[in-house]
Each structure stands twice: as C-alpha cells, then as structure tokens.
C-alpha cells in the first residue's frame, strides 16, 4: 500500500470542515471545558470539538449535528495539551511501543526517539517500515538522526554511510539531527559531521546538542557551527550560558542525571523567571525511573518549586511544539490539531484522570481503555539472538596490564592492574573483577580487569551495551560462563549468576537489547537486578547505564569498543580486540 502522502487526505479534510457546517457529526464533543489556551496563556472556558483524530473547533458552540457523537461534560476537569517528550531513548530495556503505551497512560503521547539501535542493528529499508508501522500507535512518534555511532565500530563507514545518514534525515518522521556526542571531532574540524549540520538545516531541521561542562566559549563555537539546543546543563549557571548564546535549553531529570531540583532551585535563586527558550526531557532513563510516571512527574515538580503552572505545561507542550515548527499539529488545544489532551483535576495536578491521543481515550477515569496492538518485531528485524558459537575457559584469558575503573555509573578511567590474574576465581576482598566485551558474532574478544563495579558478583552476562556486543563481568570464570550460557538459551539478555545457580535473569529477546514485556514487569525485573547488585557491592545507582555506556566514547576516559581499548583524550586505541 502506498504510503499517505500527507496527513490528512483531501476527503479527511472536507469532513472536518462539514463538521462545522453542521453536515457531519463531530466523534467527540468536550463541553464546558476549562482548557489552557497556549496563544493567550490563559485558561478559558469552552467546547472542544474532535472528529477522529483532529481538534475541529474550539470555542464557544456546539454543534447541531450530534448524531452518535460522544459529548463529555468537562466542567469539573481542567485541558492541558498531550505531553511531548523531546528526548527519548527508546530501547533502555523497553522498546518503543511498551514505552510509549505506559508513557500515554500519564499524559505523555507525543516522543522524539533516538535511531542509534535502529541505525547499528537494521539497516534504512528494515529501521523505516518499522516506522511506518509505530505510525500506527494511538500515539505520534518522531525520531533524530545520529551522525556517528558514539563508539569505535570496525565498520562505522559502512554503518553510517552517507547515503543512510543522508536517507534518515530527509525521513519526513525526522525532525532533528545530533545528538552530537561527537563534538570534540567537530571542534577539531571533522567536516563529514558539519557536512551533516548543514544538510540538516537544508531540510529546516534541528540540531540537538551534548555539551556536558562546556564552556561559554565552547556554547558559543558550537551555536556558530549549528546548534539549536542542548540537555547538559547541570546547574542554574549552565542554564544561563546556553540562554546567552541563543540555545534552547532542554532541562533534564533523568535515572543517570536527576538533575531538575538543583537546575529549579538555581534558576529561582538566579532569577531566571523567562521560560520560552526552555523545555522538559527524562533523557532516555532506565525503567524503574518512570515507577512515578514520566512528564507529568517532572511539570509536578517544576510547580512545586514556584514556576507558574502555564509556564509548566508548556515546558511539556507548546515550547516543544514550537521549537520543532510542529505546533500547528502538536502542543495547544486549538482548531486543527491532532486530538492529543489531558484532562486534569486541577492545574496543580498534572498527571490526568483521563487521557485522549490521537483522538482516542487511552485512559477513561483512571482506568486503561485504548490497548496498543503488538507490533510484529520479528517481521522488522528484532528476533532473538542465536549463537552458532560458544565461549569455552581459552577465551577467559586475563593479561592486559592495566583495567578500568569506575569512577561513577558511567566515567571510567585507566589504573595499573598489580594482581595475578591467571587464575579461575578472584577473592572477594577487592573491587576488582574481570571484564569481556565480546563479538556478538563471536568474531573478536577483549579481556581486562574492572575496579570498582562489585566485590562479590561472581557472574554476569549481559547483550544489552551501547554496540549491542556481549558483556561479561564477575569474579568466577565458572559463574562467568554458565551467566553467557544462559543468556545464548534466553536468545538475549541480562544474567545474574552466583555458585554455578542463576540468581536473576531479564530476557531481551528484541535482537538481544530490548524486552518485548510491559513496562510494570520490567520495572520489577530492573528494581530486583539493582537490588541484588547492590547487595554484592555495586555502589552506584544505575547499573542499566553502566552496561550502555561501557563502550561509549563520548564520555572519557576509558573504553572498551568493538576496535579494542580505547583512550578518548587521545583517540587512541591502546590495544586492540583479540580475533577468536
């Protein structure tokens, strides 16, 4: 079938228009409804017409045709726009369609996701009839491309090969470019990535930035070379600077970075009290995060700490709306839009009783009514890893001098590895356990010594990493691999195992990276993994992203890639991967 050139047709448009002529009965009718009006900033008090998916009329009236339409008296609710997250990472575990069904039941049903596992494990024609199918959700997906892989992959030329990179961001369904973690390469004057930039801009699209600490002069450099925004600010300072230079500042509070009480509480102190150039993002957190729910959570907070709640809702809404030029089908309650609205008890309480998107309900009087249909992974290229491989002792070789140690969840340096490493079990009396990352195709290994995860996790397996490459931790070679064994039966996965017995497990049967399970059990399973962690010495908070970002070299110092050890201050690999 031929896919719709616009997005409604010729007939879909003149049966909107009918409605309004009295012709046609509208699908639903919100009557006395008090609905935050984003052009005035104001709450006024009106009716809301939709037919299907489409806002036809808001104002006063109401129609003269309301045959089998359904009309909801709203006079005790207050309307707020659908919520827009503008800075999803939709395979933390989750895929796109669990996220996005457990994010709409709060309020949130608009995402711009990121294409990086689409990128790295399909392929243009496979990542976008995917896409074409999650159009089908009672909720609106966009996506970003990426320009580079954030790791060292043997074949990133192939990966993100000109003509992928330029297909993704001509894709009517793209709406930015970036996030660019490569930005040290472009200071120094790649100009394959600013070639990018600036076909990104030819198509009038966004460029998303990840500046973590830069400096004014940085924030300026990078606004000349492209930049429209950026999600680093960590303090009412950074807020500041990214304002000066002309940014659109995206206020995180994530899993990794709960960053949004100190950014609220400098932005009062510092009186920061413009909000325009400003919106909300949770920054692809890791499951249990949303436990609370996801932006109603943080609009609750951001009211809470003094921030007049228009402003609130618009941070969730309108500004996203705008900033990406997409407001005259997202972000207000007005004549044309796509029925995206929550109905709140008042204003003060932004997660919705009810929930309407798409001009569906997904949620009715707190109780779920719009079920989402599966998605079909397997017909688009997610299906359960198979090994035609296996890991014997010979590979559990340990003789590289130096190993990495975690800094925090996600920073790892280089230290001196002192010990005799040519034994089976290491003791439990230090931080330090042996580390694998391994070809998926079973091609390559590299073996070192990680300080600083666990002192007592005997054995861990896990597919989910930044590359979608195998990772093995743990203190017993033994516990090691039956962790690997097990996670090749679950067709992918994370394992946890402990004295020859598996202590925990999540499969991940979408290619080894995401569940194909609801987000309420996955959040179970995640919170059970961090628990049993932390009992055997974790210390930090996110072990998810402790995985994720082993492999990634947009963060320094220290990381193991498909290419081997690599330092990211000199971009340099310091040994390579070993071939099987």
Known sequence: MAEQRYRWKNKQIRDHVAVLNHKKSPSIVLKNARYLHSVFKKWLTGNIWILDDRIVYVGEAMPENIQGCEIVDCSSYTLVPGYIEPHVHPFQLYNPQSFSQYASQTGTTTFINDNLMLVLLLGKKKAFSLLGELKKLPVTMYWWSRFDSQTELSNEETVFSPGEVKAWIEHEDVVQGGELTCWPKLLAGDDLILHWIQETKKAKKKIEGHFPGASEMTLAKMALLGADCDHEAMNGKEIYDRLMQGYMVSLRHSSIRPDLPVLLKDMREMGIDQYDSMFFNTDGSTPGFYEDGVLDRVIKMAIEEGIPPIDAYHMASYHVAKYYGFQHLHGMIAT??????????????????????????????????????????????????????????????????????????????????????????????????????????????????????????????????????????????????????????????????????VLHEIPLVLSGVMSEKEMPQLIEEEKTLKRLLKERGYPFGDPVYSLLFFSSTHLPYIRITPRGMYDVMKKTVLFPTIMR
């Not at 709140?344 to 009715?364: A, C, F, H, Y």
């Not at 931790?473 to 067709?491: H, S, T, V, Y």
Request: aromatic share 8%; hydrophobic share 40%; with cysteine.
């Open 336 to 501: 044309g839009r796509i029925a995206n609205i929550n109905l709140l008890e008042d204003e003060n309480n932004p997660t919705p009783v009810s929930v309407i998107s798409k001009g569906k309900w997904i949620m009715r009087d707190g109780e779920l009514v719009e079920d989402m249909q599966e998605i079909s992974w397997a017909e688009h290229g997610f299906s359960p890893l198979s090994f035609n491989w296996d890991l014997t002792m010979d590979d559990l070789q340990f003789s590289m001098p130096f190993g990495i140690e975690m800094v925090n969840d996600v920073i790892t340096k280089p230290y001196s590895i002192t010990m005799d490493v040519a034994i089976d079990e290491l003791p439990m009396n230090h931080d330090e356990s042996f580390l694998m990352l391994l070809d998926r195709n079973g091609e390559w290994r590299i073996n070192t010594l990680v300080k600083g995860f666990a002192d007592s996790v005997r054995g861990f397996a896990s597919s989910f990493s930044n590359t979608g490459d195998i990772i093995l931790i743990g203190k017993c070679k033994k516990d090691m691999l039956l962790a690997f064994k097990r996670m090749k039966e679950l067709g992918g996965g994370i394992v946890l195992t402990e004295n020859e017995q």
